[in-house]
């Protein structure tokens, strides 16, 4: 019998708290919220390893590390109307249900929207909402938002996002696929995006966030 508890204790001590994490409200969701509810029935032996794990065809959890350095760049408060991008089964909606005021969260798959319902309802999380929809298109009819958080590593971020950020918001995002990706903070002042960089991380890429192939003569 895996004693999930003391499993959870360990990987925040040894995965995140290792890797700069220092933000305590990002420390105490990662110590309450039960990762093995969101990875699937045969994997949730697996559910603290130091790595992504498979969640659909295509589609992971990411590691709990670079999770909590991107949610810690975040700077997610209380005041904070949150839209998650490709919520998968609920997991890092559920940590940021911990540490924002609202959550919505989209899912174009319609088998991991229903299981991150079930998920988030079965923890008790009634500040989150999933809704399904196209992720590049994020989720207009609850804009704008403070923070628009994009799970999961992106070739381009859609203007569609930017628009549903309030004046002051920020988007967070990795940029690029593999070992050359970067954690990149947009943030939107007076209807102008500026853009930093801040460190290197490699996480699996969502589906639908390619840039648009350009005509060259």
Do not use: W
Request: aromatic content about 8%; charged content about 20%.
């Amino acid at each position: 019998m895996i004693d999930f508890e003391a499993a959870r204790t360990k990987m925040v001590e040894n995965q995140i708290r290792t890797t700069d994490v220092t933000s305590h409200s990002v420390l105490r969701a990662f110590y309450n919220v039960p990762r093995e509810t969101f990875v699937p029935e045969k994997s949730r032996a697996l559910a603290y390893i130091d790595n992504d794990i498979q969640i659909a065809n295509g589609r992971y959890l990411m590691e709990a590390s670079p999770l909590a350095k991107l949610l810690q760049l975040a700077k997610v408060t209380k005041d904070d109307v949150v839209l998650e991008i490709g919520c998968g089964t609920g997991y890092a909606t559920a940590i940021l249900s911990h540490i924002a005021g609202t959550v919505v969260a989209i899912e174009s798959d319609t088998e991991l929207s229903a299981a991150a319902t079930a998920n988030l309802a079965a923890l008790g999380c009634d500040n989150a909402a999933v809704v399904t929809g196209e992720l590049e298109k994020g989720y207009a009819a609850e804009a704008p938002y403070d923070l628009i958080f994009i799970n999961g590593s992106v070739e381009d971020v859609p203007e569609a996002l930017f628009s549903q950020l309030r004046d002051g918001g920020r988007l967070v995002a990795v940029l690029g696929y593999g070992n050359a990706s970067t954690a990149r903070v947009f943030l939107k002042e007076h209807g102008v995006i500026s853009e930093a960089s801040h460190f290197n991380t490699s996480v699996k890429p969502l589906p639908g966030f390619r840039k648009s192939k350009e005509f060259v003569f």
